[in-house]
């Protein structure tokens, strides 16, 4: 059996290694790997091939960046080829990003078979591209494939049929599991000088965040106290970078002494950044689940969450963007050592395996 697997953005790659070893493993699947390009600096993308142990693409459709429609419209072009070429029995697409509804789009259009994994996440927010993505990717695909309950529940609302969906756990804490030894080795906190437990760990890509000077001068007002208690660490992601360049911003930025800026790391840095952080502020969905498995408090820069089992395990802290309530929650995260933090059902590191076994049977 043939599979295409779609891997486009930085949070694809993660959830990619364990699904194409598995299926490897399995020795009755031939996984084939196609990257859209959605990202392509070395720091975005080649990095997490090496450290996750991916194998290099079968195919790179180099599309690169552009307006969403310019962006989907060329990841469909260039992908259709593709799978009329390879004739794969099914197309697998992970997560939320433009690539993912795009060969989406193409396979079932062909005929082909579509498997989706992190299936049924909502965020109920139709202002967020990747609520869009979601919502749309989930309903034309055939097998559906959950990390948690409320994504169950949100595709039977939506009336996707019981024998379509299967909630698996998380390949995203496959990688982890399977990685966190390995991050140890990092030397990242030597190199940045910083010791466990005593720095904060900011990551911000959300357009609704970084695309508004507002927004993100009302979150730095926040970071601003933060750091003076404690140092906190910001690996800016390319998007955030651009849009601050030159600004008032930036200027904001580099008053703060213990502010202290990052290139984007690679995944084993990051994993070992986060592992030792006394708390960590984001805007990405990825991190809420790997803080609830590392047993670090995170508090989300965001109005809500696609991923609610991260609320109920009690690490994370919904906090909004405005510059009192992200104090607040910060305040009552440090003031608060001994939260009890649950681990969700399933996210054991074996999800991908699950995911194999299904598509056996299915397909
Ligand atoms: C994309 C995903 C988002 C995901 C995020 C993780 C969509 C709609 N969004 O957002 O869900 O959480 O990736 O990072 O798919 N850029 C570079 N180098 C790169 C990639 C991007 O410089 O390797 C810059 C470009 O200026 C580009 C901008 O970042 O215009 C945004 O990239 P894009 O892929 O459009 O969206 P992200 O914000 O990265």
Not at 201 to 224: C, K, Q, Y
């Amino acid at each position: 059996m043939k599979i295409i697997n779609v891997v486009g953005a930085r949070p694809n790659f993660m959830k990619i290694a364990p699904l194409m070893a598995a299926q490897k493993e399995s020795g009755r699947i031939e996984p084939i790997l196609v990257h859209t390009g959605q990202h392509y600096d070395e720091r975005m993308s080649d990095l997490f091939f090496r450290q996750l142990g991916i194998p290099e693409p079968d195919v790179n459709l180099g599309v690169g960046s552009a307006s969403h429609a310019v962006q989907t419209a060329e990841i469909m072009k260039a992908f259709e080829p593709v799978v009329l070429e390879r004739k794969p029995d099914a197309v697998l697409v992970v997560g939320d990003v433009n690539s993912t509804i795009a060969c989406g789009l193409v396979a079932v259009k062909l005929g082909v078979k579509l498997i989706h994994v992190e299936a049924g996440l909502r965020s109920f927010d139709r202002s967020m591209p990747e609520e869009i993505n979601r919502i749309l990717t989930d309903a034309i695909s055939d097998l559906l494939f959950c990390t948690e309950k409320s994504g169950v529940e949100n595709l039977r609302r939506e009336g996707i049929p019981d024998d379509k969906i299967f909630l698996v756990g998380n390949v995203m804490i496959d990688s982890l599991m399977a990685n966190k030894e390995k991050a140890e080795k990092s030397r990242i906190l030597d190199e940045l000088n910083i010791k466990p437990n005593s720095y904060a760990v900011l990551t911000l890509h959300r357009p609704s965040n970084v695309d508004n000077p507002v927004v993100f001068g009302r979150i730095l007002d926040a970071i601003e106290v933060i750091q003076s208690d404690m140092p906190v660490i910001f690996p800016i992601h390319p998007r955030t970078q651009k849009n601050i360049a030159g600004s008032e911003l930036a200027r904001k930025i580099d008053s703060m002494r213990s502010l202290r800026l990052t290139e984007p790391l690679g995944y084993l840095d990051f994993l070992k950044l986060m592992s030792n952080a006394r708390l960590v502020l984001t805007d990405s969905g990825g991190i809420q689940e790997e803080t609830t498995i590392l047993k670090v408090p995170c508090i989300t820069l965001r109005e809500n969450t696609e991923r609610p089992i991260t609320v109920e395990a009690g690490s994370n802290i919904l906090a909004g963007t405005t510059t009192d309530k992200i104090i607040a929650a910060y305040r009552k995260t440090i003031g608060n050592s001994n939260r009890e933090i649950k681990t969700p059902p399933l996210w054991d590191g074996h999800a991908a395996e699950r995911i194999v076994k299904v598509l056996l049977e299915k397909l």
